[in-house]
C-alpha cells in the first residue's frame, strides 16, 4: 500500500535530521549521501564530460554541494566550483566535507555560467530569513541570466522553506533534488514555479522518523484518502447513496446551483435536489432531469425542507445572493446538523462577521471553499488569521476558529482540518480559471459527503478530483464539461 506523502517543514526536517543523528548516523555521513544524490541527478541530465558549475554557499548546502562537485570531477566531468565566502570560514560538516575538493575555488559571483552544461544551486537552503543582497544576489541573478539548466539543492537559493515566498530573487531551476521528503516551498506558490520538478531522495532518515515529528502536512495525493472514496455494492441502492440538496439563487442566478447539483450527481450522490426559490422554478424546471426540484422560500423555507431527514448534504452559496437572508440560511443550515458545504455568496455574506462563526460548525461536518478574495473578506479584522506569512498557517487558524474544514482554493490550494491536519494541492491546472469552476467543486465534496465521505477526505479528494477532471480536458474547458469529466477520473482512481 502506498503511504501518504508527508511534506515537512524546516523545523520538522531539522528534527528529523537531528533524531537520526542521535540514534547513530554522523551528520557528515547524512550529508554524504545527499552530495551523491545530487551529483546522480547531475550525471543524469549532463552528457560524459561535460561541464559542471557548483555555487556553494557558507552552510550545510553548500557542504552539498562540496560533495557533489569532487564525485562529479571524480567521474569525468569538468567541475568548476564557486564559494560564497571564505573556505576558512566554512564550520561542521561543510567544513569536513570540503576537504574531499583539491581543485581551485572561486567567487560564487564570478563563475562563467553562460559557459556551464549545468549549474548546481546550493548556495542556501531552508535556513535562509532575509532578502538575499550583495554578492548572494549578484550570483543568483547571473545564474538566472545565463540560460543555462539550473539544479537546485533542496530548494532553488532564494526560495522560504516554509512558505515558498522569494526573498527578494530566487534561482529558477530547471529541477530540484531534496532530501526524506518535500518541504512546503516545494508545492506552494510561487516557490513551485521555481523549483521545476522535485526529485526526492533517500539519504536514511525513515519514515518513521518522519512521523515522528508530528508532522501533520500532506501532498494532496489519492493516498491519502483512497480507501475513503465510496465503492458501490451488489445492494446498493440510491437511498443509501445519500441525498444532496442545493440551494438556488433566484430567477436570473440559476445555473450556479444547477452546476453544483450536476457535479453532486456524477460523483455518486444517490439523489440530488435543487431547492429553488418561487421565481426560480420555472427556470429550474426547463433544465433538470435526473435532479429533483423542490421549492424554498428563504430560511423559513429551508427549515420546513430540511424537516425531511434524508436530505443529509447541502450546498450553500452558489448565486445565493449576498444579504442577510443567506446568512439566515447557514444559521437554519447549522441547527439541521448536516453535512454542509458553504462557498461564495455564502461566505461573502458574513464580509466583516466571521465572529458569527466562532466555532459555530464544531457539531456539523462542514467545508468553507473560499478563493483569496473571499477569505480576506470574510475574515477581514482578524489579523490572528490573516497575517502569518503561510497559508498553511492562515488556513490551519481559519479551520480552527470557525470548527469547520476550509479549502483555500487557488493554485496551490490548501486543505485544513480543525483538528491541524492539512494538505498542500499540486495537480491544478490553469484551465480550471473559469466561471462555475467553483460551484462545480462545491457539488463534488457535497456528494462526496453524502456518501458518508468525512469532511477532511472529502474535501482534499474532491479538490484533486476535481482538478484531474480539469486536466483531462484542457484547452476550452468551462464549468459545464467538469460534471461529465468526473466518471472518467473515477475510474482511474477506483480500477
Known amino acids: 500500500m502506498i503511504r501518504p506523502e508527508f511534506v515537512l517543514t524546516p523545523l520538522e526536517m531539522k528534527q528529523a535530521d537531528a533524531a537520526t543523528i542521535a540514534a547513530g548516523t554522523p551528520g557528515i555521513d547524512l550529508m554524504s549521501r545527499a552530495g551523491r544524490a545530487v551529483a546522480d541527478v547531475a550525471e543524469r541530465v549532463t552528457a560524459r564530460g561535460g561541464r559542471i558549475l557548483v555555487v556553494a554557499g557558507p552552510g550545510n548546502n553548500g557542504g552539498d554541494g562540496f560533495v557533489a562537485a569532487w564525485l562529479l570531477a571524480e567521474r569525468g566531468y569538468g567541475v568548476s566550483l564557486g564559494l560564497l565566502g571564505n573556505r576558512d570560514r566554512l564550520t561542521g560538516d561543510a567544513a569536513k566535507a570540503s576537504r574531499h575538493w583539491t581543485g581551485d575555488i572561486g567567487a560564487a559571483e564570478d563563475l562563467p555560467f553562460h559557459e556551464a552544461d549545468l549549474i548546481i544551486d546550493a548556495l542556501f537552503g531552508t535556513g535562509l530569513t532575509r532578502n538575499l543582497e550583495g554578492a548572494a544576489r549578484l550570483a543568483v541573478e547571473r545564474m538566472n541570466m545565463s540560460g543555462q539548466p539550473i539544479l537546485a539543492v533542496d530548494l532553488p537559493s532564494g526560495i522560504d522553506g516554509e512558505t515558498g515566498s522569494v526573498w527578494g530573487v530566487a534561482v529558477r531551476a530547471a529541477r530540484t533534488v531534496t532530501f526524506a521528503a518535500r518541504k512546503p516551498c516545494h508545492l506552494l506558490m510561487p516557490g513551485r514555479a521555481h523549483c521545476g520538478p522535485v526529485e526526492v531522495a533517500d539519504i536514511g532518515i525513515s519514515p518513521e522518523t518522519l512521523a515522528a515529528t508530528g508532522a501533520d502536512l500532506w501532498a494532496n495525493q489519492p493516498a491519502l484518502w483512497l480507501g475513503a472514496l465510496p465503492r458501490p455494492g451488489l445492494a446498493s441502492h ?10 438556488s439563487g433566484g430567477a436570473t442566478r440559476t445555473g450556479a446551483a444547477r452546476l453544483a447539483a450536476r457535479a453532486a450527481l456524477r460523483i455518486g450522490s444517490g439523489l440530488v435536489t435543487v431547492a429553488s426559490p418561487p421565481e426560480a422554478l420555472g427556470v429550474n424546471a426547463a433544465h433538470l432531469t435526473a435532479v429533483m426540484l423542490r421549492g424554498c422560500d428563504g430560511p423559513e423555507g429551508l427549515h420546513t425542507v430540511l424537516k425531511d431527514e434524508r436530505f443529509n448534504a447541502l450546498v450553500l452559496g452558489p448565486a445565493l445572493g449576498v444579504h442577510a437572508n443567506t446568512r439566515a440560511m447557514v444559521a437554519v443550515a447549522v441547527q439541521a446538523r448536516r453535512s454542509l458545504v458553504l462557498d461564495a455568496d455564502a461566505l461573502t455574506s458574513f464580509e466583516g462577521l466571521a465572529s458569527e462563526l466562532h466555532q459555530a460548525f464544531r457539531h456539523s461536518p462542514t467545508v468553507l471553499t473560499p478563493h483569496s478574495g473571499e477569505f480576506n473578506r470574510l475574515f477581514s479584522g482578524h489579523s490572528d488569521i490573516l497575517d502569518p506569512p503561510s497559508k498553511i498557517e492562515r488556513v490551519r487558524r481559519a479551520a480552527f476558529y470557525t470548527g469547520a474544514v476550509v479549502v483555500l482554493k487557488g493554485a496551490d490550494t490548501v486543505i485544513a482540518s480543525p483538528d491541524g491536519r492539512a494538505a498542500i494541492n499540486e495537480n491544478g491546472t490553469p484551465y480550471l480559471a473559469t466561471a462555475g469552476s467553483g460551484d462545480t467543486l462545491s457539488g463534488v465534496i457535497a456528494g462526496l459527503m453524502a456518501q458518508g465521505v468525512h469532511a477532511f477526505e472529502a474535501a482534499s479528494a474532491g479538490v484533486w478530483i476535481h482538478a484531474a477532471a480539469g486536466s483531462s480536458f484542457g484547452p476550452g474547458l468551462i464549468a459545464e464539461d467538469l460534471a461529465d469529466l468526473l466518471p472518467g477520473t473515477l475510474r482511474e482512481l477506483l480500477k
Do not use: D
Request: proline letters at 0%; zero cysteines; glycine letters at 10%.
Open 238 to 247: 440510491k437511498y443509501n447513496r445519500g441525498h444532496t440538496l442545493v440551494a
